[in-house]
């Protein structure tokens, strides 16, 4: 029985100490930040290629139509 609860002391005081133990804290708030921006990048990227895409289309549309 005492061996149990020592056991049981023993997993409360290293359960404790994980708690209160904030050095992965920062990480994590890190990895959100970059997440926050990729996502925000891929979002304005997909409209920014749209528009590059049509730009080039009407530069190849007036190419043509001036050599041909």
Known sequence: MKNMLLKLY????IM???????E??????YA???????LGATAGMTGLAGKINN???NIGTQ????VG
């Open 63 to 66: 190419l043509t139509s001036e």
């Open 55 to 57: 730009a080039f289309a």
């Open 10 to 13: 023993i997993s409360a005081q």
């Open 32 to 38: 959100l930040v970059v997440a926050l921006i990729a």
């Open 24 to 29: 992965g804290q920062d990480l994590i708030e």
């Open 16 to 22: 404790r100490d994980a708690l209160k133990n904030e």
